[in-house]
């Protein structure tokens, strides 16, 4: 019993961790994010938006792949883990040599006040109108999945999805709080170092999974 739990706990914190770590990265959908919780106006209703969609992609690309790509997968398994390596490994590379020369930092400025209903329009804007956003959930997230099996996908999957609700909620209201910090370049330039390390422990972990190393 133990064991089984160890293992549901395993997918779980898997899925927390690469759904955290993809999602840090900053972008005008964090940065929007970001200033809505600075000027305190929907702050909620973003934030909650931004998750929520999050973990729908999520659930497309962990469900796609295990009930409409089963096949497929595995008689390419190989193959898709060496993709999915790679893919890893290179958003970890670009991280690492943001965070090298990362010059620039969060800027916010107040504006005129807007309603809800025109505040969520930009919001699905920023989130639907990114391509990198279905690379990440429905296509990364979505590939690392094949490593797990039944429930533990379903932890997984799970995992990523409450990374997105823990990310948007602390910035939005934690913004407050952040701005003065990652207003500094450092900050970003550790943060995407981070992540860069992360991937690249993913991108290895991918490859073992595959049987390539």
């Known amino acids: 019993m133990s064991g089984l739990i160890g293992v549901k706990a395993s997918a779980l914190l898997t899925g927390f961790s690469i759904g955290l770590s993809l999602i840090m990265v900053i972008g005008a959908q964090n940065a929007f994010v970001l200033r809505q919780g600075l000027l305190r106006r929907h702050a909620f ?51 690492l040599r943001a965070a090298i020369r990362r010059d620039s930092n969060i800027m916010h400025k107040n504006g005129v006040e807007i309603g809800l ?16 956003v279905y690379l990440d959930t429905v296509v990364l997230i979505g590939a690392v999945s094949m490593q797990f099996d039944g429930m533990n996908k ?23 709080f952040l701005a003065p910090v990652m207003e500094r370049p450092n900050s970003w330039r550790i943060l995407d170092a981070g992540v860069a390390m992360i991937m690249f422990a993913l991108a290895f972990s991918m490859l073992r999974k595959g049987g390539l190393i």
């Open 45 to 95: 209703a973003v934030a909650l938006f931004c998750a929520g969609s999050d973990a729908l992609l999520i659930a497309l690309g962990v469900g796609g792949i295990s009930i409409f790509l089963a096949e497929f997968a595995t008689r390419h398994s190989t193959l898709l883990f060496s993709l999915a390596s790679f893919w890893l490994a290179l958003y970890g590379a670009l991280r």
């Open 117 to 132: 209903v025109p505040t969520l329009a930009i919001t699905a804007m920023l989130t639907f109108g990114n391509p990198h």
């Open 154 to 176: 379903v932890y997984y999957g799970l995992g990523a999805a409450i990374s997105s609700f823990v990310f948007f909620f602390s910035l939005a209201y934690g913004a407050k």
